[in-house]
Every structure is written in C-alpha cells, then in structure tokens.
C-alpha cells in the first residue's frame, strides 16, 4: 500500500506561481513513475504531467507546457509541480498518482496507468 499526500495548494492571482508537493509513503518510490492530474468543477479529471521513476523523462499536457515543471526527489520520496504563469482556467483540485506495478498498456496520460492516488489540493487562481 502506498499513501501518497499532495499539499502546496492555495488561492493565488493570475499570472501567479504555486508549486504543488506530493509525498509518498514507501522504500521503493525511486521505482514509482508519478504523475499529475487535475479535475476542474463538473469536468473530467485530466492529465497535468508524467515523469519517469529517475526523473530523466518528463510529459505534460499542451494546457500547461512551457509553464509548469514536474520534479522529484528520490532521497525525501516526493515529487513536485512547479506552476508558473498561473491563469484562471488552470483551478482545479489536482491529485498525484503512483504507478508502482508493471506497466498495465495505459499510456502515462491514461487515469488508468496508475495505482495509487491521493486525496487532492485545491489550486483556485483568481483574475
């Protein structure tokens, strides 16, 4: 069982920065791939960023590329989204997942691809 907790979230002003953390229970999170979604009122939860379990490979949505920058420390079990150039459309509640199994054949976009969740943080960013 992985326990995964997200905290960093608040209110802040357009054109603002958050940076988002996720820390995760467990000895083997240097195996974990991580990623990120968010899910606005009355929509999907959608897919934010990707990264592999080293950290050298990363993805993000075209929504938030350029502006927001997924990271991970191995040694403190946490993984990080830096988000700049905050615009009101990117409120939402965003959750952290870990895909600590086997790849499954969902793609790291896919909710699907991952096992483990956390409860969310709500980002609201006002105009």
């Known amino acids: 069982q992985v326990q995964l907790v997200e905290s960093g979230g608040g209110l802040v002003q357009a054109g603002g920065s958050l940076r988002l953390s996720c820390a995760a229970s467990?000895?083997?999170?240097?195996?974990?791939?991580m990623g990120w979604f968010r899910q606005a009122p009355g929509k999907e939860r959608n897919f934010v960023a990707h990264?592999?379990?080293?950290?050298?490979?990363?993805y993000y949505s075209d929504s938030v590329k350029g502006r927001f920058t997924i990271s991970r420390d191995n040694a403190k079990n946490t993984v990080f989204l830096q988000m700049n150039s905050l615009k009101p459309e990117d409120t939402a509640v965003y959750y952290c997942?870990?895909?600590?199994?086997?790849?499954?054949?969902?793609?790291?976009?896919?909710?699907?691809?991952?096992?483990?969740w956390g409860q969310g943080t709500q980002v609201t960013v006002s105009s």
């Open positions: 997942a870990a895909r600590v199994g086997p790849y499954s054949g969902s793609p790291y976009y896919d909710e699907r691809a991952y096992d483990y």
């Open positions: 467990g000895r083997s999170f240097s195996s974990y791939a």
């Open positions: 990264i592999n379990n080293s950290g050298g490979r990363t």
